[in-house]
Every structure is written in C-alpha cells, then in structure tokens.
C-alpha cells in the first residue's frame, strides 16, 4: 500500500473516531435534570486536593453526610465517593481506583450495602460505572457487577447502548455537552426540604438473614486493602427506620467487627445521642436524612474520626483553607437557595425556617 493511500486511511479513521466521540458525547445521558445522581462518580476527579477521610457506599453516605459540616467543626477533609445502589464490589474498585491519587487515612464504609450484592436495575450500573476513568479498576468493575445481558463492550463505547437515545434527546444534552457544573458537594446530595416520617409496611419475615457469600467476599477485600495501604476501616450504618436493619443482619457485622478490631458505628442505636429528629430531619419521610440530618451525623461522626491517628484538623493550613471556603460557601449558597425555594412550596419545617431567618440575621 503506497503512503497516499496509507495517510488517506489513517485520516479516514481519524475523523470517524472524531465524529464517533462527538454522537456518543450527546446521547450519553447528562443526569442534569431530576436524577443527578449520575455525576457523583466523575465530580471526583476535579477534586483540588487529597483527603483524610473517604466514605464508601450507597445513599447511606451520599445522602446523609455532610462533608462540608466536618471541615467547619472539626477541620478534617473527606469525600463521599457513593451511588445510587452502589454495589460492595463497585466500592471496592472505587477504592482501588481512588487510591490511585490519594491514600486517605481512613475508609467508612456503608454496610448497608451488605444487604444486595447483585445489580438489578442497568440504571443503577450505569450511573455509578460511566463516571470512573479508564483504568484497570474501572474494567473489574464492570465484569464484576453487569447485569445478564449487559455487555463490557457497551461500557466501552456508550454509544452502542445509547444510539437510540437520539430520538429522546432534550435541551440539557445540548446545554451540558461539553461540561457540567457539580452537583453534589465533596460526594454530598444536598437537600433541605421536610418531609416527616409517616408510617411503613410491615417488613415481611427473611427465611435467611445470611449476607451473600460475594458480600463477604469484598467486604473482606476492602478490609484488605486498607490493611495493605496503612487505611482505617471503619463500618457504618447511617440512622434510618425503613427499610428495617434486622438484628440478625447487625449481629453479623458486631461479629465481624469484633473479630477483625474494626470500629462499628450504628445510627440506628445511637439515633437519640445523634439527636436525629425524623419530623424534622428527612426529605422522603424516613427514608433519608435531610441536611439538618447530615450535618448531625456528621457533627457525631466527626467526633469519632477527629481522634483516629492521621486525621487532624487542617484548618490552619492556608491553601486548604482556601480550597474549603470556597466549598463552604457554594454549599451555603445552595442550602438558602433550596430553603427560601422550599419554603414557598410548604416543605420546610417553621423549627428549621425560623432557624435558617435566624442565620441571615
């Protein structure tokens, strides 16, 4: 093949990779409207420093944490790397990936996640695998936690999952093709609507209350790694009255909390010392905390990391100083946006709107 030929060839191909890139680029969704929980995953890359703290997890972490509230109170630097339904396996390679840039001092890890250890929604893959960056972790994510009938090579190339998606396509794939703002705050999901607590179904009797044996086995994984690396591992599980936490499920995790030295944290039982309040403290009415809520748990979570060896505060420290005042003030400006705007539509509380008057006072 002479070289005419050979450069027109690799030119050809260079402008279909272009115009390959460019379609897929906008028929990927952009998670920009009511669910915007499928940016989590890629927010963390544009992170400005390294962290003392990350939490690991499914909306246990991603809903009822507040980062923001541990730096103000306590000065410790964390990140939330958690999804919707995001499986143990998928922390586990989060982790891998995470320490790729940084080796945090401590890992809190959900163990909510316990309960499923198979995807059942493409959703819910989706969102949490497309944000992470091409690494070998990223692969093992994939073949580990795809669903029957999902296939690695549409992770791979997105289009060959979303090219009809041209049919759906709306203003904010335009809007959001080249970038998009963050949407959750150091891995937090803001929200400042009440919406209190009403009643649940009764929860149906388990034949087993035994975790999958892959549950154990990543559980196991991450225990190892943070042992590998010199990283605290830490188990929680976030206050909450539905879906109910058996006493048979947390039986197991005293257990092997007690046999591996691991620090456990219930907020279920310490709900009270916590001071959560679910008339007050919850947007979906028990399921999740609010921010009022977050930021308790984190006020009480913080107590508990502050004395853990490596994590100090770091407030004198002028460039973090910096980076972190600019993150507390995009994180006030937000929780006012969504007070005076829930307000108006009757979902926040007098308790916490004489609170939030209070604060612009």
């Known amino acids: 093949m002479r070289k005419k030929q050979v450069f027109g060839l690799l030119i050809s191909l260079a402008v279909f990779g272009v115009f390959f890139a460019g379609i897929q680029r906008l028929v990927v969704p952009k998670y920009m409207g009511m669910v915007v929980e499928g940016n989590f995953t890629q927010e963390y890359y544009r992170e400005e420093s390294s962290h003392d703290v990350l939490f690991l997890g499914n909306c246990e972490v991603y809903e009822n944490i507040s980062p923001i509230t541990l730096w103000e109170e306590y000065g410790i630097t964390s990140y939330i790397r958690g999804n919707a339904q995001q499986l143990i396996a998928q922390s586990y390679y989060l982790l891998e990936d995470t320490l790729r840039y940084e080796t945090p001092k401590v890992v809190v890890f959900s163990i909510l996640s316990m309960k499923q250890a198979a995807q059942t929604n493409e959703s819910y893959n989706r969102m949490t695998l497309d944000g992470m960056r091409w690494s070998s972790s990223k692969w093992k994510a994939i073949m580990a936690t795809k669903m029957e009938g999902e296939h690695g090579i549409e992770y791979v190339f997105p289009l060959l999952r979303f090219h009809s998606r041209w049919k759906d396509l709306e203003e904010e794939d335009f809007r959001y093709y080249w970038s998009r703002e963050d949407v959750a705050h150091s891995g937090y999901y803001l929200r400042a609507d009440v919406r209190p607590a009403g009643e649940f179904p009764q929860e149906r009797r388990i034949a087993d209350y035994s975790f999958a044996p892959e549950a154990w086995e990543y559980l196991d994984k991450i225990r190892l790694l943070c042992e590998e690396k010199g990283i605290q591992f830490v188990l929680m599980k976030a206050p909450s009255l539905y879906p109910a936490w058996h006493e048979q499920w947390d039986a197991q995790i005293v257990d092997y909390a007690s046999r591996y030295g691991?620090?456990?944290?219930?907020?279920?039982?310490?709900?009270?010392?916590?001071?959560?309040?679910?008339s007050k403290d919850t947007y979906d009415q028990g399921l999740h905390m609010n921010v009022y809520g977050a930021e308790k748990m984190a006020h009480y979570l913080g107590g508990i990391l502050a004395e853990?060896?490596?994590v100090e505060d770091r407030r004198a420290d002028e460039e973090l100083a910096r980076i972190w005042e600019e993150k507390s003030e995009r994180y006030r400006q937000e929780k006012k946006k969504q007070e005076e705007e829930f307000a108006r539509l009757g979902y926040l509380t007098k308790f916490y709107q004489e609170q939030a008057e209070e604060k612009q006072k």
Do not use: H
Request: one cysteine or more.
């Open 308 to 310: 853990m060896p490596g």
């Open 262 to 278: 691991l620090c456990y944290v219930n907020g279920i039982e310490k709900m009270q010392e916590i001071g959560i309040d679910f």
